[in-house]
């Protein structure tokens, strides 16, 4: 009974509980529906806008904590949380004042959408409300200005901030590190104007004591001490500094923080340092170094980084081999060790890893054979091992990859015919590029249905190429084909009825191609390269019909006569240079309609007469204009110099040119000028000074009658200056002591009339040639980026004339790195300048043929680069230094001509020259001339001919004959004969000898004839 009754009571509780309403929840607050309301109405107003957000169910009816996108505290209805990421708001950042009685905010996520405006003028009056806020995030919008330090004073609840991808610029406030909540910091690519001064990264660093995101790319780091970073906290998982101007010795203790999971320093091409042989982080998953200066080895540790899952050291100074560990790294996914200076043998078991979709070990040094077997790999993808020496056959496992995307074996060694491919029907992109297959392309290849690229350039394949097999690919966007010599294009009548739909880039360069071919007419080609073939003849009107979509065209090097019209009419590279095209340029090509978008036109190296027609500068769009080497005459017309205003590279050199340089130049970006080699006359243009972009300028080998052109000063690009073989005349000016002149590194002034002394301030202010370079600094780049396609060719390569070696050498593509100058045949006097021992990076100096006294410069020995060095026929005095034997590379040594005296010195490369290098110094002696030294360094003097005898007049009259032999023959006799008529004593005569010498070197000097 007494069971019952509890039975009974406690089924009574029940009821009575369940009879009891419960209670409801806080609904939203009548404010807080009120303010998102009008934040609704005032910013999205088209529905269209709402890609992810539905703005349906944002209405008075329903309670606002339900709509998408809200959250609310269950128990207060307080919103907490609004998520409006992605979803399109447009409007200025004034629109968060909307929200201001959302007073209990703790998340607020408005990225990916297109709010504008200042963090510092539209925000403070807004954001500063939301105490209770701990999540911000405003990423991919585009608010800009500076960032408020009041805006961290106020919001120090913050746990996760996320400012990233905007528009911020200035000084991030050192008011950041009252943050001392956050564990999330996101400041990431705003676009390089954001920067940190060290003491502000230094506090927060240190006061950020739970902090376990921190990501940076792209800030302006260069001013932060890298030791700031080992106050970072140990709590810390993910460092993000990627193109952050680092620079210095990165601490290798940041690799062994015990949580760290993600560190990315890549794109700091100045932050050095090296990786921990051990006790890495046990924890890591990423690590990205790309493109740093990291060195040493890459230590065996990597190893025991099994939780390892992404690694890119691509482009540091590592040195040695890859350790062979990485095989036990089961979770690795992607490794790319391209560009590390890496060597020695591929490490097998790389190709073990089963998880691995990534594999790049490009542009390093690794040899030897691909594996014969491989079972893995089965989710590879990615597969780059160009630019190494891998030699051997390409093994069949390679083929049967069945996730394979892209292939890359481009500049390796291996060789063999090439066998049949079963290449899985995946494979997008195929690189074999350069290496030695030689035979046919084997019909399989031409079963890759998604092929979309395909480059088997620089090989020894033969047979030909025709419509048929190329139609298999449907998908093919690229072919290269090119440097093959034996392989050539079918042109056969079936041709027409072929389709490429998608085919954009056709490179069939250096091939054994002798007609223009026809079958691409039909597809979007918008490249074609046949540059370096056999064609000849012309391209007939009905071979040129089709071709709407071609904008790049090259039949440079070929033996074409005539061109009745060219392919395509949106072209815009046009390159003929190098064929046989003759006449007028307008008559060579007949029915050439110039588009006046065409920013590339080449057509140097041709038989090309007459006069440029004023119709080109009709050409507004023209970047790269190279007319050199031909036969043209006539003036230069007047519009040239300002008829684009894009125009960058214009090249007229070594035709027949004459009359004035026109004075019209008004284009600030026209960097390279070449005149040379004409027969232009008058005045430099005062107007050349508009070009403040000129860094090369080449006007020699013409007539120019004038003074050094004072206004280049006004050119601080100015890097190759060359005014030889003209008729220049009168001293060099106050005005190139001006600093502007600090970037030359290539000046010739040789063969004019230029005199007086040298200016010491001219040698200080050679800045680029103070320095040795670390590397080369382009002047000539040699792909033209048009529409994201590269297309290389050499028209920046134009040569530069320089005497060096006692050749004329023509530099192209090493005018980059050439240090050189050249005053020689001009009428400069007085001494070398000490101060020119101070152009370090010189290659090549030539002061020969001038009128310089004095001694050779012993601070010569600091011109460590000096390759050729030429003082002949000048008037130069002393003895030569012996400091000049530490010039290790000096292959030409010319002093001759001058009035040298002693001892030549030895050791080193002055053990090498000849007697061409000392020949006219008559006070010269030692090897290796046959005159002998005395103990003091000086000439010995020679032994008397005839023997003296005691009280006899004769043979004194032949010693006195001798005493004249460094006067001449002439003086010698004369001397001898006043002994032998007067018989004066010996002091007597040695009086006389001093006097007729100095008046016969003054007498020869006064009447010796001026050089042309």
Request: hydrophobic share 40%; charged share 15%; net charge negative.
């Amino acid at each position: 009974m007494g069971s019952l009754c509890l039975v009974l009571v406690l089924l009574h509780i029940s009821w009575s509980l369940s009879s009891v309403p419960s209670p409801s929840p806080h609904l939203c607050l009548p404010d807080q529906k009120a303010a998102l309301l009008q934040f609704k109405n005032s910013n999205f107003p088209s529905k269209s806008c709402w890609f992810k957000l539905d703005s349906d169910s944002w209405n008075n009816s329903i309670d606002c904590c339900s709509w998408q996108g809200v959250k609310c505290n269950k128990e207060t209805g307080n919103v907490i949380g609004l998520d409006l990421s992605h979803s399109c708001v447009d409007a200025d950042l004034s629109v968060i004042n909307t929200l201001v009685h959302l007073h209990s905010l703790q998340w607020l996520d408005l990225s990916s959408n297109e709010l504008f405006g200042s963090l510092l003028e539209n925000t403070s009056s807004s954001l500063f409300r939301f105490h209770a806020l701990r999540r911000l995030d405003l990423a991919y919008n585009e608010v800009d200005g500076a960032m408020s330090p009041e805006l961290f004073s106020q919001l120090v609840s913050l746990t996760h901030l996320n400012l990233s991808s905007n528009w911020i610029d200035g000084l991030i406030p050192n008011q950041i590190s009252l943050l001392s909540s956050l564990v999330s910091l996101d400041l990431s690519h705003n676009y390089y104007s954001l920067s940190f001064e060290s003491q502000g990264f230094d506090m927060l660093a240190r006061n950020l004591t739970r902090l376990r995101t921190l990501v940076l790319d792209s800030v302006d780091m260069s001013d932060v001490s890298l030791t700031s970073f080992l106050n970072l906290s140990s709590s810390l998982e993910h460092l993000s500094l990627g193109d952050c101007r680092l620079h210095g010795e990165f601490p290798t203790l940041l690799f062994r923080l015990p949580n760290l999971k993600h560190i990315d320093l890549s794109g700091n091409e100045n932050l050095t340092g090296y990786l921990p042989n051990t006790s890495w982080s046990s924890g890591l998953e990423l690590l990205n170094l790309s493109y740093c200066g990291f060195r040493g080895s890459i230590p065996a540790s990597f190893g025991s980084l099994t939780r390892l899952v992404s690694v890119d050291l691509s482009g540091n100074w590592f040195e040695g081999q890859i350790p062979d560990v990485f095989g036990n790294l089961g979770k690795l996914t992607s490794l790319r060790f391209s560009s590390c200076n890496l060597s020695g043998p591929l490490p097998i078991t790389l190709f073990n890893l089963a998880q691995i979709t990534a594999l790049d070990l490009s542009d390093n040094q690794l040899e030897g054979p691909l594996p014969n077997h491989v079972s893995k790999l089965q989710l590879l993808k990615e597969l780059v091992l160009s630019s190494n020496a891998i030699s051997g056959g390409v093994p069949s496992w390679l083929f049967t990859l069945p996730s394979l995307l892209v292939l890359d074996l481009g500049y390796n060694k291996l060789a063999g015919p090439m066998d049949r491919i079963q290449m899985p029907i995946s494979v997008e992109h195929v690189d074999l590029s350069s290496n030695q297959f030689d035979g046919p392309i084997p019909d399989s290849v031409f079963d890759l249905v998604n092929l979309t690229s395909l480059h088997l350039s620089s090989n020894n394949l033969s047979g030909v190429v025709n419509s048929d097999m190329l139609s298999k690919l449907p998908s093919l966007e690229v072919l290269d084909l090119s440097n093959n010599s034996l392989l050539s294009l079918s042109t056969s009548g079936d041709d027409a009825n072929h389709s490429f739909p998608r085919l954009t880039t056709v490179s069939f360069s250096s091939c054994n191609v002798r007609q223009f071919p026809s079958f691409f007419r039909t597809s979007s080609l918008v490249v074609l390269d046949l540059s370096n073939n056999m064609i000849s003849g012309g391209i007939s009107k009905w071979e040129a019909e089709g071709w709407e979509a071609l904008s790049v065209l090259n039949l440079s090097y070929n033996s074409l006569t005539t061109l009745e019209q060219l392919p395509g009419g949106s072209l815009t590279i046009l390159d003929l240079r190098s064929n046989m095209l003759e006449g007028p340029i307008l008559s060579t090509c007949q029915n050439l309609q110039f588009p006046e978008w065409l920013t590339v036109f080449l057509i140097a190296k041709n038989k090309l007469t007459g006069s440029v027609p004023s119709s080109i500068c009709n050409l507004s769009s023209l970047t790269i204009l190279d007319l050199s080497k031909n036969s043209l005459s006539g003036t230069i017309p007047a519009c040239l110099g300002n008829f684009s205003s894009s125009i960058k590279f214009m090249d007229l050199q070594t035709n027949n040119f004459y009359g004035k340089i026109p004075d019209s130049f008004e284009n600030n970006d026209l960097s390279h000028l070449f005149l040379n080699d004409n027969q232009l006359e008058g005045l430099v243009p005062p107007s050349l000074a508009n070009s403040t972009s000129l860094q090369v300028l080449n006007l020699g080998n013409n007539k120019l009658t004038d003074r050094f052109p004072h206004r280049f000063a006004s050119l601080p690009s100015l890097q190759v200056l060359i005014l030889r073989s003209n008729r220049f005349c009168g001293s060099l000016p106050d005005s190139i002591e001006s600093t502007n002149f600090s970037a030359l590194r290539i000046i010739d002034l040789s063969g004019n009339e230029f005199s007086g002394t040298l200016p010491i301030k001219f040698f200080r202010n050679l800045r680029a040639m103070t320095v040795v370079p670390k590397e080369s600094r382009p002047l000539y780049p040699t792909t033209y980026i048009f529409g994201g396609i590269g297309y290389d060719v050499e028209y920046y390569q134009t040569s530069v004339n320089v005497t060096t070696k006692r050749l004329e050498l023509e530099l192209i593509k090493t005018a980059d790195i050439f240090v050189s100058m050249d005053l020689s045949n001009n009428r400069f006097c007085g001494e070398i300048p000490e101060e020119a021992g101070q152009l370090v990076s010189l290659h090549m100096l030539n002061f020969s043929h001038n009128n310089f006294t004095g001694p050779i410069p012993a601070s010569f020995e600091n011109l460590v680069e000096l390759e050729s060095l030429d003082l002949s026929s000048n008037k130069l005095s002393g003895r030569i230094p012996s400091q000049l034997t530490k010039l290790t590379f000096l292959a030409v040594l010319n002093l001759s001509r001058n009035d040298l005296v002693g001892t030549i010195p030895h050791g080193n490369q002055f053990d090498t020259f000849d007697n061409d290098s000392y020949s006219g110094n008559l006070g010269l002696c030692g090897l290796p001339l046959s005159k002998q030294c005395n103990n003091h360094g000086e000439l010995e003097p020679p032994a008397p001919s005839v023997a003296e005898h005691e009280g006899s007049e004769m043979p004194f009259f032949w010693k006195g004959a001798m005493m004249g032999y460094g006067s001449g023959m002439v003086l010698g006799l004369s001397i001898g004969y006043i002994v032998f008529k007067t018989g004066k004593p010996w002091w007597f005569v040695r009086m006389v000898e001093r006097d007729l010498r100095f008046k016969f070197v003054n007498c020869i000097r006064r009447n010796k004839p001026r050089r042309n």
